[in-house]
């Protein structure tokens, strides 16, 4: 499974835990350079895109809904916390 990661500067244990659960790629867009938020490109094997809402701005998440939207990959909007990340997962039916 292929997931994007928009927003944090750091990933830390979440990018271990992500791969135990099954994870083979993962892409991270910070969101804090300007061609991060304005020209947002997804791969297109891509199971669904991470927002981390207390790590990213505004235009850089709704630039990550539009285009997750066009391509019709699944959003989870989560903070940057394994629990809280884990339980929006586990919500979406990704674990």
Known sequence: MSIVIVGGDYLGGIEKNLYSIGVT???HISGRKALD???M??????????VF???????A???AKLVAKSQS???VFAKRSWRAIEGKLRESKFI
């Open 25 to 27: 790629e993962l892409v």
């Open 37 to 39: 938020r304005n020209k």
């Open 41 to 50: 490109n997804l791969p297109k094997n891509t199971a669904f895109v991470l």
């Open 53 to 59: 809402t207390d790590y990213v701005n505004h235009s």
């Open 61 to 63: 998440a709704k630039n």
């Open 73 to 75: 990959i699944p959003l």
